[in-house]
């Protein structure tokens, strides 16, 4: 990457990707959000326009602000409107043939020689997604967290190809532009926080499945005894129960213990499709407003 960052794209407008597209438009920077399709893509404009108003609410943004960011962004249902991008950042589904493929189609439609594709991914090897183009050494993991616009770190991810300079340039954009705080991990999967809190996740959902306590009693307990913000069994709901299986299963793939292991009580809520906060049901219930009950 020659010259600076001002053209985004983000593949995928589910919270993440969405939550991304909305601090790089409120950073100032035009910002194409890529989906699936137009009811997906208008789908991704929603929650980006709902999160805005939740700022405008909270006293976090003034009005105007919030309506400039909305006329940086664009909603597309086609990869190739992003052939003008400095640095597209993929956020789809935690699936490596799905993630392979976003690679691939963008290694050959972004223009620019210099730019910089990087991952979302929590759990799949940066490695493998920039093995999947021909431009490895512009390849990076950029790992943000839910929510996006609120909560300020951001892990970057070199893999062994990824130039020196591809890191100091997405580093630097991650704190100057986006004003995040940036920590560097290892190409290891979880990275840094996820390899510290899925065990954690894991092991408040064995509690709850083995009766040792109720799932608001867990809850209760981190929350009103160590001043979490959210107790464990709430904030697996947040991240959505198919994803921390995701990422669980591709912790144990890789480092084999057991402590990574997804109990069976959390792939038997993913098989009925009680994914947590987006489906309205995990280990809490949630009304449309999304609260826990
Ligand atoms: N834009 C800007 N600010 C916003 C906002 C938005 N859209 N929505 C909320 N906020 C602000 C609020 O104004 C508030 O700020 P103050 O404390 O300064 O007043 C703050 O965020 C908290 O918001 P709320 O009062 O609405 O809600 P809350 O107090 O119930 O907190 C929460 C909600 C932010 C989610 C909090 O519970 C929390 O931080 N939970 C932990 C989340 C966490 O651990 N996330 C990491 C998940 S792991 C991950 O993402 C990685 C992965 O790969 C799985």
Redo the contacts with the bound molecule.
């Keep these: 990457m020659s010259g600076t960052i001002t053209r985004v794209g983000v593949v995928g407008g589910g919270q993440m990707g969405a939550g991304i597209a909305e601090v790089c438009a409120r950073a100032g920077l035009h910002t194409v959000v890529c989906e699936a399709d137009a009811t997906a893509a208008r789908r991704a404009r929603e929650r980006v326009t709902a ?1 805005l108003e ?2 405008v609410q ?1 006293g ?1 943004l003034d009005r105007p602000s919030a309506e400039d960011a909305l006329t940086r962004l664009a909603f597309t249902a086609g990869l190739d409107d992003l052939a003008d991008r400095h640095l597209v950042i993929e956020a789809v589904v935690e699936n490596t043939d799905a993630k392979t493929e976003v690679f691939a189609a963008l290694d050959k439609i972004v223009q620019d020689p210099g730019a910089i594709l990087a991952t979302n991914t ?1 759990a799949i090897p940066v490695m493998r997604l920039g093995m999947a183009t021909q431009r490895a050494d512009h390849v990076l993991g950029l ?1 943000f ?3 996006v ?3 300020p770190l951001v892990e970057v991810v070199p893999s062994l190809h990824t130039a020196a300079r591809t890191v100091t340039a997405v580093e630097t954009f991650a704190r100057d532009t986006l004003g995040k705080t940036t920590i560097r991990s290892q190409d290891r999967t979880g990275f840094v ?2 390899a510290l ?1 899925i065990p954690y996740l894991l092991s408040a959902v064995r509690m709850a499945e083995s009766g040792f306590a109720t799932a608001a009693d867990v809850d209760a307990g981190m929350e009103l005894g160590c001043a979490h ?2 107790g464990p069994l709430k ?1 697996a709901d ?2 959505g129960l198919d ?1 921390v299986v995701a ?1 669980a299963q591709s912790l144990y793939e890789e480092f084999r213990e057991p402590l990574y292991a997804p109990p069976p009580l959390l792939r038997r809520m993913v098989e009925a499709g009680l994914l947590g906060r987006k489906t309205g049901r995990g280990f809490h219930t949630y009304d449309r407003d999304r609260e826990a009950r």
Excluded: E, G, W
Aim: net charge positive; no cysteine.
């Design positions: 999160s939740r700022a909270r976090k929590s790992h967290f839910n929510p616009p609120v909560l926080v996820n809190l913000p959210m904030l947040l991240i994803t990422i």
